[in-house]
């Protein structure tokens, strides 16, 4: 079984990936345990339940458990890393919900994500929850609660609850989304209430880990405000400050996660504009 006296493999590699239709069915998987230390040249490629997916479909499954990662700095990189799906090309990623937490010592690591490392070529990632916790000591790469890195993938209603964190100032660190690289993929009706935090840098967002003068996460400012530049919304405990008046936070995120192809979160919000859009 997958428990704390195996290293689990993880299912699907570069070389042979998992390309079929996985339903859980609303079952967890409990006591996941991965280890990955590289001492060779070679990197390792797609660590987690699913290591490595093309053309796929995952849906409906609950994971729980630890991934903890080691590598120095002249070892080889150990990347696309995630709780439930390391490595997605072109795959369907619905309803998954990790409490998987991870840990990196030593140097970079790449695409980390609680749910999903790396989801690319028009992979969908839809309604994902992460309640875990990433703790990566000195990445200087993307990560993020929900997602690590994508191009043209999309993702919808999806949440982050836990931590994200890199000790890093120069790492991309986001809430749901550590970074985005292609005008063709998109983050929408997604949330983050867990903390986010990269070292101090500028690149920490509470969605995105985005260039930033004030980190919209934690609220720090890591360069002087221009005139002509507005600072972010003020997240402060379980609720969030829009034109001084404080909101619910959660309320926000039910309703998006609901009622979300309405508007009825931007109308809440108080952006009146954004909910006639929808």
């Not at 935090?197 to 967002?205: E, I, P």
């Not at 995120?253 to 009825?264: P, S």
Request: with cysteine; aromatic share 10%.
């Amino acid at each position: 079984g997958i428990t704390k006296s195996r290293n689990f493999p993880g299912i699907g590699t570069s070389a042979n990936p998992y390309a079929g239709n996985f339903a859980g069915g609303g079952h967890t998987v409990s006591d996941l345990y991965i280890h990955r230390e590289n001492k060779a040249d070679a990197a390792i490629e797609g660590v987690g339940l699913f290591g490595y997916v093309n053309n796929a479909t995952i849906a409906g499954l609950t994971v729980s458990g630890s991934i903890t990662l080691h590598r120095e700095t002249t070892d080889g990189e150990i990347k696309r890393i995630g709780g439930v799906v390391g490595m997605a090309i072109g795959s369907h990623l619905s309803e998954l919900i990790s409490y998987v937490r991870i840990t990196g010592s030593g140097a970079v690591y790449n695409h980390v994500g609680g749910v999903v490392g790396n989801a690319m070529d028009t992979s969908d990632v839809f309604k994902c929850m992460y309640f875990g916790a990433i703790e990566l000591e000195a990445t200087t790469d993307c990560v993020g609660g929900v997602v690590g890195y994508i191009n043209t993938t999309s993702i919808r209603y999806c949440g982050n609850v836990g931590t994200v964190k890199s000790g890093s100032a120069n790492g991309y660190v986001g809430g749901v989304l550590g970074y985005l690289n292609n005008s063709g993929g998109s983050v929408r009706n997604s949330y983050s209430y867990g903390a986010v935090q990269n070292g101090g840098g500028r690149y920490c967002g509470a969605v995105i880990g985005a260039d930033c003068v004030v980190c919209p996460a934690c609220g720090r400012q890591v360069e002087p405000l221009q005139s002509a530049q507005q600072p972010q919304p003020v997240y402060v405990n379980n609720n969030v400050t829009y034109g001084g008046v404080a909101k619910s936070k959660w309320a926000a995120f039910f309703l998006c996660l609901f009622l979300g192809l309405i508007g009825a979160h931007k109308f809440y919000e108080g952006k009146i504009g954004m909910g006639v859009l929808y």
